[in-house]
């Protein structure tokens, strides 16, 4: 497949970074001819300098042969010019977009065939939506929905006093009295996917899943305090503390921005006449102090800078904060932090490219190809949803009789709303979804990619 990306900030990067590692023919057009040495220097991938909205540079990327378009840039505007041009030029490519504006939101949907766009994608709302989740069902470092939310994929991190620091996996279920399974662990920067005679230790981050019922009685057995949130205080009052606020007073629940800008002070005030929006640098402590940090249920820090939103989560950690939020943009930063006291970490472009390569690869393979695919363990684990079809080879064998690729897992399968953790005598129906865990070493198109048969 030959994808031209345009537009290499943050986000184009790292959805060459995933691409090219998938093995596909990439073309990158950028406008700094910096920003595109490096994406020539770093990856295999072709590089045109100059405007991804003119006709002159996507003939030059070879747009009439391209399958797909995916426009990146930081203008909303020249991203939608740059899919309308490509369309025009060749009327067979898909084009995929990212919007950033509210006010472009429903003309969007309303108008995505004018602009000739086949997905268009806002990270910015993506992060607000998994925030509100987080603040809604709280007890959870992430949470990642799998089977029409019948299943998840939960993040915990091992603490010292934690019954489950030095466990082995293979007591966990008879020791917390629900079943549940293990299916990757993060250590020193290393993620690995378990045996049974894996034992934890203190500060692993695991990632756990199970169904909803199994997980709540694992988060009881665990002592973790899981009451919803009531008042919640946001650092930043950018496009993605706009929509989470916007979420969360919908559900009733009272919201404070901390905002330096006056000018943005006032247009949230205009926007979101419910919620209480505060001129003040929140990075001040004395600041957070005032507006009584001490006192709300949950913390979220969306700055754009990730050292000051790490700073100001940790001091909502020092002042007992039930949870914190920590909005990072850059993918490296999360190894750095792994032993710091800042709660959840949300990055809204690997939310995004989640989206965008979960949709390449259903185009790529087009039949048995992911109904839902995560990123965990830092972006080192996949964590994939398909469905069981005639084509799905070892239909009605139990597990213990098949033999799956290496550093790969059957972590869950799904039957008529009800989540299975398998075993050895468990075994798949046409119509079920069944739940993969993959490593870096392997790339999971279709279902029967998962055997080593």
Do not use: W
Request: proline share 3%; glycine share 8%; with cysteine.
């Amino acid at each position: 497949m030959k994808i031209i990306i345009a537009g290499y900030g943050k986000l184009g990067s790292t959805l060459v970074r995933q691409l090219s590692g998938e093995g596909y023919d990439l073309t990158v057009i950028e406008s700094d001819p910096d920003k595109l040495e490096e994406s020539i220097e770093v990856y295999d991938v072709m590089g045109i300098e100059g405007n991804c909205a003119s006709m002159t540079a996507l003939r030059e990327a070879k747009v009439e042969e391209a399958d797909l378009l995916i426009a990146m840039t930081g203008q909303d505007e020249i991203n939608l010019l740059s899919c309308m041009t490509a369309h025009h030029m060749n009327p067979k490519i898909s084009t995929v977009t990212r919007i950033k504006n509210p006010e472009y939101s429903g003309q969007i949907t309303s108008m995505q065939g004018a602009f000739a766009l086949s997905m268009a994608v806002n990270p910015d709302f993506q992060a607000a939506k998994e925030i509100s989740r987080l603040i809604r069902y709280p007890g959870f470092l992430k949470r990642d929905t799998f089977a029409k939310s019948n299943a998840e994929i939960v993040e915990l991190k091992v603490k010292r006093e934690s019954v489950l620091n030095g466990l082995s996996l293979f007591k966990i279920n008879q020791t917390l009295k629900c079943q549940v399974l293990v299916c990757a662990v993060l250590r020193g920067g290393k993620a690995m996917i378990p045996s049974g005679d894996f034992v934890l230790n203190e500060n692993d981050r695991i990632f756990v899943t199970g169904s909803n019922d199994n997980l709540n009685i694992l988060l009881k057995n665990l002592n973790i305090i899981t009451h919803r949130a009531a008042t919640v205080l946001i650092a930043g009052g950018s496009r993605i503390g706009y929509y989470l606020a916007q979420i969360l007073l919908k559900h009733g629940i009272a919201v404070q921005i901390v905002e330096s800008k006056p000018k943005r002070c006032k247009e949230l005030a205009a926007l979101l006449p419910d919620a209480v929006i505060v001129e003040g640098d929140a990075s001040d402590q004395k600041v957070l102090d005032r507006e009584g940090i001490g006192n709300c249920d949950a913390f979220v820090a969306l700055t754009g800078i990730d050292e000051t939103n790490v700073l100001m989560s940790i001091y909502a950690d020092h002042m007992h904060v039930p949870q914190t939020i920590t909005k990072l943009g850059r993918a490296e930063n999360l190894r750095i932090l792994e032993d710091l006291p800042v709660g959840s970490t949300i990055s809204p472009k690997d939310l995004v490219t989640n989206i965008i390569v979960r949709y390449i690869r259903a185009k790529k393979s087009k039949v048995g190809a992911a109904l839902t695919m995560h990123l965990i363990a830092d972006g080192m684990v996949e964590a994939e949803e398909f469905r069981v079809t005639q084509e799905t080879r070892h239909c009605g064998e139990k597990l213990k009789d098949i033999r799956l690729k290496k550093n790969v897992l059957l972590a869950g399968i799904t039957r008529r709303g009800n989540n299975e953790i398998p075993s050895g005598e468990s075994v798949f129906l046409e119509g079920d979804t069944l739940i993969i865990i993959s490593g870096e070493d392997h790339v999971i198109e279709q279902i029967n990619d998962i055997f080593a048969d």
